[in-house]
C-alpha cells in the first residue's frame, strides 16, 4: 500500500533540503575562500609600492612621481642599488626589489595610514605587531619597531617609526628589510 505524503511532509522534506544545501555551499565557501587574519594579509606598501617586490624604475616613476635625483650607489655585495629621493624622503630598490624607504615629511604615507607628523600611536591603527619599543630620555626620542606579522618578509622585514618624547609626534620612518 502506498503511503500518501501530505503538504506539510512535503513542506518539511523542501525545508530539510534547503537548510542541507546551504550548509554545503557555506563548508564550499570556506573551504575554498580561506579567512586570514588581518595582520597576515597585510602588505606595507606607499603608492601601491609594495615592501620587498620587484619593480622597474617606470613602474617606481609611475606610483611617485618624477623624484628629485636617482642615484646609483652600488654597494661591495650588490652593483645595482638605486635610491630615489623626494624632497627629504628616499626609496631605494637593491636588484630592483624595493628593499628600504624613509621618510621625514608628510608627502608619503605607509599603507595610506601612517605618516611623518601624527601621532605615535597612530601605529595602531595598522594592525600588526609592536617588536620593540626603545626609549632614548637623554636625546628625548623614542623608536617603535613594527611589522604586520610575525614572519613578515621572512622576519627580515620591519618599519622603524621615530618620534619625540615630549610631543610623541613621528618625525621619521624608516622601513628596513635586512639583506642577506
Known sequence: MKRKVTKMQKKG???VFMKTTKTVFFILFIALFPIKSFSQQLVVSVNQLEMGTAYTRTQILDQLGTPDSI??????VFLNVVKYKYGNNTFTTVEGELC???LKDSTFSFNGILRVGQNKNTITQMGGIIVKNTIDSQNNYGIIDWKPFENYLNGYGYMSVFYNLNTNIIYRIEFTIILP
Request: net charge negative; hydrophobic share 25%.
Open 13 to 15: 522534506y523542501r525545508s
Open 71 to 76: 642615484v646609483n650607489e652600488p654597494d661591495d
Open 100 to 102: 628600504f624607504i624613509t
